[in-house]
Structure formats: structure tokens, C-alpha cells
């Protein structure tokens, strides 16, 4: 079954010299200049079929926005209900900031807890479209996790590299036991993509699905959409995301401006980039209007997820954060795990440490001016706190061991001592 006879998906087309490639090629950096590609779009016809779609009576989810999306045929759709998303008002957060409208986008919610999973689920029914039987991808754990995921539920093989014991378990967890073939590379999370690369364009059976792919970039896009319609129509004013291999925030970028040309938003959002002060190469080029990215050789934080000292899509961060007028901020170790403990504790929402870093980076940059106290700013977290359970367990409080009695517990509690107090008060 096909979505339409309109051709509203054109072609793939170099960010940098323009060069056109088909839809169906699997080309994943331009053959001309080596850049990045993205995918094109007639807007006209995208718009002729939105009009004839109900697609606004579909309930939140990724694929309520599959017009938007350039998948043919979707029989071939493999999805595990992704996206749809909470979008969560932070009052006392916010208040704590000074902040009238803060909100929370929690990507944890996605089926495997992270936002890469919008991502998969386009890049994997792309490749299903493709006939491919074998995926791949390098990953510092999410990823990962979200590629097994949708590749075994496609019937495809999956093949994942890791940088060795630097990934939290959870996510390796995932990887395992969706039953993808894992690599511990004794090597960082760079060396392990210059490996799938080069791999996949020597052996094109081989089917690469990191954020260079711009086929997962376009399902990544959803999460602007998603925003959007949350917000009743509008963009927030800003948008503050983490940033690591640099592919998410092209890719929410991407969204804001299709929704903004279709004429559902009036303006667009100040995109920010938030890195872990170890490893920000983007956020170094920001700071600095240096046009030339200098890659961090040993990348270091506790927030694992975003350890890249050289992130392949931040010439596309940098695009979309200079010219949405936005900015990057870098944040510590200690910023980060702050802002973990804060989220959790203020608005019950357990994101992991590189999620926090969105919150982190909005406190720092609330307090230096930045980010004005009247702006509606939306975070992004984008994965669930129990894909690194060690970290969330060393920065908190020991459980407090206690003999099985009442009087144990009560005691503990100060029970006993109040009933004390009450019955004196009362004599
Ligand atoms: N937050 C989390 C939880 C992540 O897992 C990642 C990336 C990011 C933020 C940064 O997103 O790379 O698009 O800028 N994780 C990748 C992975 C690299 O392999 O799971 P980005």
C-alpha cells in the first residue's frame, strides 16, 4: 500500500555543494565534497497532502507525522509505538529559576527510554524499505539499545560497537538482550564510528544507522513537531538540548523550520546546545565564531552518552544554532549531577546524567542572563535515569538498614520520639 502518487520526498542533497541523490541510494557523506546530506522535500506537494490527510484527528505519536516522513510504502513501517512524549510544566523548577514557563520534554518515555528511538524507527523502516537484512551502528549506549530494538522486532541482523566499559549498563543490557551482535571496541566512541563507516562502505549489505543516515535524522524531527503541537501551535522561545555526535538537535532544527515554512508556526525557537565541559567541541566553535571544529582527543564525563570529542553532524548543530540565534554552554560534572538530583527531587521525573545537561546548561545560562526570566524554554531529556542506575545510586542517600520491627522503622522515622513529645504536650 502506497501513502500517495504525489512525490513529496524528492531527493537526498549535499548541506554543503547541493549535489542531488536519489531517494533510494544509500550514500551516507556526499561523493562530490564528503559532506553530510539531508533529505529534500516538495513543499507544495507535502502541503497538497497534508490537506487531504487527517493527520491532525491522530493522537500524538511519531506517526501521526508520517506525511512528513520519506517512507513509501508503509507496510513496511516497523514501529514499537514511538514518540507522544509528555511535555511537562516545571513550576517549581521554574520558580526556582525565576522562570514563568519552563517546561520538561521527557524522550525517557520512548519505548526503549530514548529519544533515538523517533530516529530508528524511520531509519529502520527505510532500511525494511531498502531490503536490507543487515543494520549497524556505533554507540555510546542508547543507540545501541534502540537499533537492537527495532532490528529485531524487523527480523533484521544487528550488529553494535561500543567503546569498552565506558557505557552504562542498562543500555548494554538492551543491546544484549534484544539480541544484537556487541562489540566492545578498545577504543572511544570516534574510533568506533570511523569503524562502522568505513565498514558499511565497503560492504554495502551493510546498513548504517548512526545520525549521519538522514533518513533517522528526518524521524528525529518529529520531537519539534511534537513540541509544537503541545504548545497549542507555537514554538517555545527556546530550546535547550543536549548535544553530543550532534545529530539531535540538526534534526529538531530541521522540524521547527519544515512546521515554520508550512505556515503551523508563526516564529522559530533559539536552538542551545548543551556539552559536558569534557568533550564540547560545538559548543567551543559557538563560544568562539570559529567556523573549523577542533576535535577533543580524550573526550571525559560522567554523562557517557554525549562523550564524542568528534561529534560527525556539528556542522549541522552549528547551522541550526547560528541561525536560530541561539547558543551553546558547556557544563561540569558536578553541574550535571546537580541538575539530575534537582529534576528528579522538584518534578519526579529520573532522567540519565548527558539528559541532565539540558538542565544543567538552562541554570547556567538563567544565571548568567542569557536565557531572559520572561522566555518559555523547553528542555529536552532525552533518556530514561534507569539506563545508568550506578551514577543515580552513588550520588544518593545510602539505604538505611533497619532489624524487621515496627519499633526499628518507627524509631528511624522519629515516630516514637513525636508520640513521646504529643503524649507529654498533652499531660
Ligand atoms: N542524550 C543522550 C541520552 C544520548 O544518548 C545522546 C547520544 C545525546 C543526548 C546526544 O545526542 O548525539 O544526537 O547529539 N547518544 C548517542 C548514542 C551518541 O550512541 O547513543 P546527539
Excluded at 322 to 351: C, M, P
Aim: hydrophobic share 40%.
Amino acid at each position: 500500500m502506497f501513502i500517495g502518487v504525489v512525490k513529496k520526498v524528492t531527493h537526498q542533497e549535499c548541506i554543503n555543494c547541493g549535489a542531488k541523490y536519489g531517494i533510494n541510494e544509500i550514500v551516507y557523506f556526499c561523493k562530490k565534497c564528503g559532506d553530510l546530506l539531508e533529505v529534500k522535500y516538495d513543499f507544495t506537494q507535502l502541503a497538497k497532502k497534508l490537506e487531504e490527510s487527517n493527520w491532525q484527528d491522530v493522537p500524538l505519536s511519531l506517526w501521526r507525522y508520517k506525511d512528513f516522513m520519506p517512507i513509501k510504502d508503509v507496510s513496511k513501517i516497523v514501529s514499537l509505538n514511538e514518540g507522544g512524549t509528555g511535555l511537562h510544566s516545571c513550576h517549581k523548577l521554574g520558580k526556582k529559576l525565576g522562570l514563568l514557563q519552563l517546561y520538561v520534554k521527557n524522550e525517557g518515555e520512548n519505548p526503549t527510554g530514548s529519544f533515538k528511538d523517533r530516529g530508528m524507527t524511520v531509519g529502520v523502516s527505510k532500511a525494511n524499505e531498502l531490503g536490507a537484512k543487515n543494520v549497524i551502528c556505533a554507540s555510546t549506549g542508547n543507540t545501541s539499545a534502540s537499533l537492537s530494538a527495532y532490528a529485531a522486532k524487523a527480523g533484521m541482523r544487528c550488529t553494535v560497537l561500543i567503546p569498552s566499559g565506558k557505557i552504562a549498563y542498562g543500555k548494554l543490557s538492551q543491546a544484549m538482550i534484544y539480541g544484537a551482535k556487541v562489540f566492545q571496541v578498545r577504543g572511544n566512541f570516534d574510533q568506533s564510528l570511523d569503524m562502522v563507516l568505513k565498514l558499511s562502505e565497503k560492504h554495502s549489505s551493510i546498513y548504517l544507522l548512526n545520525s549521519i543516515n538522514p533518513f533517522r535524522v528526518e524521524g528525529q524531527k518529529s520531537l519539534g513537531f511534537e513540541i509544537c503541537d503541545q504548545l497549542d501551535g507555537e514554538a517555545p522561545d527556546r530550546i535547550v538540548v543536549p548535544v553530543g555526535n550532534a545529530g539531535n538537535i540538526s534534526a529538531i532544527w530541521k522540524g521547527f523550520t519544515e512546521y515554520h515554512k508550512l505556515g503551523f508556526i508563526r516564529k522559530l525557537p533559539k536552538m542551545t546546545g548543551i556539552q559536558a565541559a569534557g568533550s564540547a567541541p560545538v559548543a567551543q566553535m559557538i563560544k568562539s565564531g570559529s567556523d573549523e571544529m577542533v576535535p577533543v582527543k580524550a573526550p571525559e564525563t560522567v554523562a557517557t552518552a554525549i562523550r564524542i570529542g568528534a561529534p560527525v553532524s556539528w556542522k549541522k548543530a552549528v547551522n541550526a544554532i547560528r541561525n536560530s540565534g541561539g547558543t551553546a554552554e558547556t557544563v561540569t560534572d558536578e553541574e550535571i549531577l546537580a541538575a539530575q538530583k534537582l529534576l528528579a527531587r522538584d518534578e519526579g521525573i529520573f532522567v540519565e546524567p548527558a539528559s541532565a545537561s539540558s538542565i544543567a546548561g538552562l541554570i547556567k545560562l538563567v544565571n548568567s542572563g542569557v536565557i531572559g526570566k520572561d522566555e518559555r524554554v523547553v528542555c529536552v531529556t532525552t533518556g530514561h535515569g534507569l539506563k545508568d542506575p550506578d551514577t543515580a545510586v552513588k550520588m544518593s542517600e545510602k539505604p538505611v538498614e533497619i532489624d524487621a520491627e515496627m519499633k526499628a522503622i518507627e524509631d528511624a522515622l522519629g515516630l516514637n520520639r513525636q508520640a513521646s513529645i504529643v503524649a507529654g504536650e498533652a499531660k
